[in-house]
């Protein structure tokens, strides 16, 4: 088990190592960016660690070129950085989108449901920076199509809120917690809480949640 980790972990590290190494060989270079492009789709299939140095300098390319820019990979590099949240990943990439993505105006050549696609995203990342938790869950379901193939998407975001809750709160009522954190059972809560491994504990008794981090 371990030698196969330790497989995983250089393969891993000659991935990123090799994406530098292209980036240096090629600055600046709109037409070398279809290696970095697959690179973005082995991270989402998560053949590949999230790499954001790789995917800033992917974005910047698009911004810079906005003509070779892929919305399909505009969406997916939103979505991991939206997936390492707290990090300001996310907002960074926001204002690099191609300012041709960003117009609503419709053409002959634009994908109208890549289109629509970001603006969602935008919501709901607003959504999860505002910490308008409900208001995500909601938009999120309306569109979920979207996320398919974002293996531990739910997972990531469900830790994103637990990180913002234990900065607010010492207790928070296990019901309460899996409204927030769009859960149907105290068993489901559990074993989010555990994989998650921040530190809280459970009070069956009073069937609250103690963020131990904070006494």
């Given at each position: 088990m371990a030698q196969f980790e330790k497989h995983e972990a250089?393969?891993?590290?000659?991935?990123?190592?090799?994406m530098e190494i292209h980036i240096e060989d090629n600055l600046y270079d709109e037409?070398?960016?279809?290696?970095?492009?697959?690179?973005?789709?082995?991270?989402?299939?998560?053949?590949?660690?999230?790499?954001?140095?790789?995917?800033?300098?992917?974005?910047?390319?698009?911004?810079?070129?906005?003509?070779?820019?892929?919305?399909?990979?505009?969406?997916?590099?939103?979505?991991?950085?939206?997936?390492?949240?707290?990090?300001?990943?996310f907002t960074s990439l926001v204002y690099?989108?191609?300012?041709t993505m960003q117009s609503k105006s419709k053409s002959m050549d634009q994908s109208i449901s890549k289109q629509k696609e970001i603006e969602i995203i935008l919501n709901l990342?607003?959504?999860?920076?505002?910490c308008e938790?409900?208001?995500?869950?909601?938009?999120?379901?309306?569109?979920k199509k979207i996320f398919e193939q974002f293996k531990?998407?739910?997972?990531?975001?469900?830790?994103?809120?637990?990180?913002?809750?234990?900065s607010i709160y010492q207790n928070i009522n296990i019901s309460f917690l899996c409204q927030l954190l769009q859960l149907n059972t105290e068993k489901e809560l559990e074993n989010i809480i555990n994989?998650?491994?921040?530190?809280?504990i459970i009070d069956k008794k009073i069937r609250n949640y103690s963020n131990t981090k904070n006494k």
């Open positions: 250089d393969k891993y590290a000659q991935l990123r190592d090799n037409t070398k960016l279809k290696q970095l492009e697959d690179y973005v789709n082995k991270q989402v299939s998560e053949e590949a660690l999230y790499d954001f140095h790789s995917n800033l300098y992917l974005m910047k390319m698009y911004s810079l070129y906005p003509e070779v820019a892929k919305k399909n990979i505009v969406i997916k590099l939103l979505l991991k950085a939206m997936m390492n949240l707290p990090e300001s990943d690099l989108i191609p300012m990342g607003q959504h999860l920076e505002d938790f409900d208001l995500f869950w909601k938009e999120y379901n309306l569109n531990s998407f739910e997972f990531e975001i469900r830790r994103y809120i637990c990180l913002m809750i234990q994989e998650i491994n921040i530190g809280w």
